[in-house]
């Protein structure tokens, strides 16, 4: 397995990726339909997605963090095909998007997550993400009902 930086030809995995998974636990909104349809525009703000891969270069799992609009950064969408869950491919996406976080000298970053992702939530907390409030106004996710941060 290796972790790469975004290149486009990873594109329609990510979007395939995080549009499955989230429909088999809640409903697609809005908001992930505008995130899935900006990532260029992401990257160029200095965001980035990181690429696990297997030995013939199948996308694995796959992490991103971006600039919010109110200038916190966010891990915004993270997601593992299934066959590759438990394989430590969403964790090394995960790490990269901290490791880049702090080359970066981003002092925070936030993610906004449900309970129902159990494994997911096992992750941020095994991290060293920290629990914070929900605010509504700031993740605009219905199925949002748990967030956390990371300090640097």
Known sequence: MKIVPYDSRYKEDFIEMNKK??????????????ELSNIEPSIEKGGQIFFALDDDGAVMACCMIAPREDGDW?????????????????????????????????????????????QAVHLYRK??????????NKFPFERGDIAFEMCF
């Not at 998974?21 to 505008?34: G, H, K, L, V």
């Not at 590759?84 to 901290?98: D, F």
């Open 21 to 34: 998974w989230i429909s088999e636990m809640f409903a697609i909104e809005e908001e992930d339909i505008r």
């Open 127 to 136: 991290f060293g993400f920290r629990k914070i409030p929900v605010d509504k």
């Open 74 to 118: 966010e891990i915004m969408k993270f997601a593992a095909r299934g066959m590759y869950t438990g394989t430590g491919a969403g964790s090394a996406c995960l790490r990269a998007c901290i490791d880049y976080a702090k080359e970066k000298k981003i002092p925070k970053i936030i993610i906004v997550s449900n309970h129902k992702c159990a």
